[in-house]
């Protein structure tokens, strides 16, 4: 038995380990945006605001800053919609074909992005296309779309269908049912994995670059650009700035997907 | 817990409820089918047709850029050398990632669920900044570099930056989530029962694991190891960002024939051989465990 111990043990330090490997390096980024040498360099030096302040005057990261929340906007919303309706229709009905169809929605997932990147430019050029702002839209919707059939589906999944069939008893027609206790018991989902959506669209960097119209930049295009000069500090306060958001929209989907408190009162199989 | 919507409301399904469902899908369907499915089509066609000298596609069938591809050593060493990277890559990540996966099923709720958490949120941390957060550490001046050189274990910074050591690390950093929470997946679909019953029936933990946990388990892993192979074998990013001279990966020799060279029908052909090993892994991950168990949800 102890020896199971010793097991357990070691397997909790390695999985410690594991995981500061997984996640250390972002916060290694976000403390060293704050030290004042002007090269990214340990040890560290002193403490400075400088590299942000900096950043809020650089004309080009701004333009770029605005082009990736047009972009993500447009972007996760149009995957929103269109994704949740296909969720829906995945969870809520049981037809002929929806297994394959569920399959061919999230497939996509585990296309590498320079595949869809190279993919969706040909496309545009058989079809005489230009590069452009909304076919840069299409192309982040087409991608995040996967992502929300996927999550919101199965969140949908969780919604007790004796809860609906209650409503139903109840005298509720279908779409009274659907907007009295489908839609509300889905919403913080729906809205979670729109942030999600948002995020990987504002951060997709493979297949923006094929895509992207000439004379324009993205946030992650335009780190690209600064980083073939050099990797100074103020790359490393737009690194920080990023990774702090990405934790915040991270943390506030989380808190919606435990709105959906029923779930918790679902019956469940066995625990261990 | 698939089964928790069986008998509602839509399982008497009359032909409006039909239409609805189908009203549903069909956008996000043809939104697939245009924007993923029909381009991989394209990929298809443009590596049969001929680039001119002038630099112009022309509509006509030619098998010259396959021949280039398996012709020219220059290519066929990077694919190798790239096959080998999404390799290595994915058995660290399979080996390093078992541990934890397994740890987190071991765990008390409310531990498990901090740990999950944890898996997911790199994804939401942007790839780029994930790549260049080994800069400040892997480099000369560098977060390891001045540690060892403080504590006198080395007198020369090690070349641990620029090089395919920081390639290995970025893309293991990078992928190991996803393989963690593959084989967490994976380990969950086991029924305890089963386990318990190899036991009471006189196996010893090691082997009630191996002959009865691991193989249960196995199409989480497999899953894991496809989606790492092939993100390893198309990432783009990571070789930019922390390779150096000669670290040159597939998905880079891709762009460069198409942003630089412009030569668009080779370019499809290379893109094409990544699509070709991506429909292997499928096919053989349905041959091991249908394709319906692969994107399953975690359990809380």
Known sequence: MSARRALRSLLGALTLITYLFMLAPALVVVVLAFNTSPSSTFPMTGLTFRWFAELAQDDAVLGALWNSLVLALCASTLSTVVGTAAALSLSCFRFAGRGPMQLMLTVPILVPHIVLGVGLLLAFRVFGLAKSFPLLVIGHMAMTLPYVVLTTSHRLRAIPANIEEAARTLGANRIQTFCAITLPLALPAVLASSLFAFMSSFDEVTATLFWLPANMQTVPTQIMAMLQFSVDQKINALAALLIVGSVVLAAAALALGRALSVDEQRPRGKRT | ?300
């Open chain 2, 1 to 300: 817990m698939n089964g928790v919507r069986h008998g509602n409301v839509a399982s008497g399904i009359a032909g409006d409820t039909r239409a609805l469902a189908w009203a549903l899908v069909t956008p996000a369907l043809c939104c697939v089918v245009a924007f993923v499915l029909a381009p991989i089509l394209c990929i298809g066609i443009y590596s049969f047709w001929t680039r001119l000298a002038t630099g112009a596609v022309q509509f006509s069938f030619t098998l010259d850029n396959w021949r280039e591809l398996f012709g020219d050593s220059f290519y066929m060493l990077i694919l190798l050398r790239t096959l080998r990277l999404a390799a290595v890559v994915t058995l660290v990540c399979a080996i390093v990632g078992y541990g934890p996966a397994y740890y987190i099923t071991l765990v008390s709720p409310a531990r498990r669920a901090l740990l999950v958490i944890l898996l997911f949120l790199p994804s939401w941390i942007s790839y780029i900044v994930r790549s260049m957060s080994w800069l400040p550490i892997l480099g000369k001046e560098g977060l390891f570099n001045s540690l060892l050189l403080r504590t006198g274990l080395i007198t020369e910074p090690l070349p641990l930056l620029y090089n395919d050591f920081s390639i290995y690390v970025g893309l293991v950093q990078f992928l190991l989530p996803l393989m963690i929470i593959n084989i967490y997946i994976g380990l969950q679909a086991v029924d305890r029962k089963v386990v318990d019953a190899a036991r009471t029936l006189g196996a010893n933990p090691a082997q009630a694991f191996w002959s009865v946990t691991f193989p249960l388990a196995l199409p989480g892993l497999a899953a894991g190891c496809l989606l790492v192979f092939i993100l390893a074998m198309g990432a783009y990013i990571t070789p930019i960002i922390l390779g150096g001279p000669g670290t040159t990966y597939y998905a880079n020799l891709v762009f460069e024939t198409f942003v630089s060279h412009q030569d668009w029908p080779f370019g499809a052909t290379l893109s094409l051989v990544i699509i070709f090993f991506l429909v292997a892994g499928l096919a053989g991950y349905a041959q091991l465990a249908g394709l319906s168990t692969m994107f399953r949800e975690i359990r809380r």
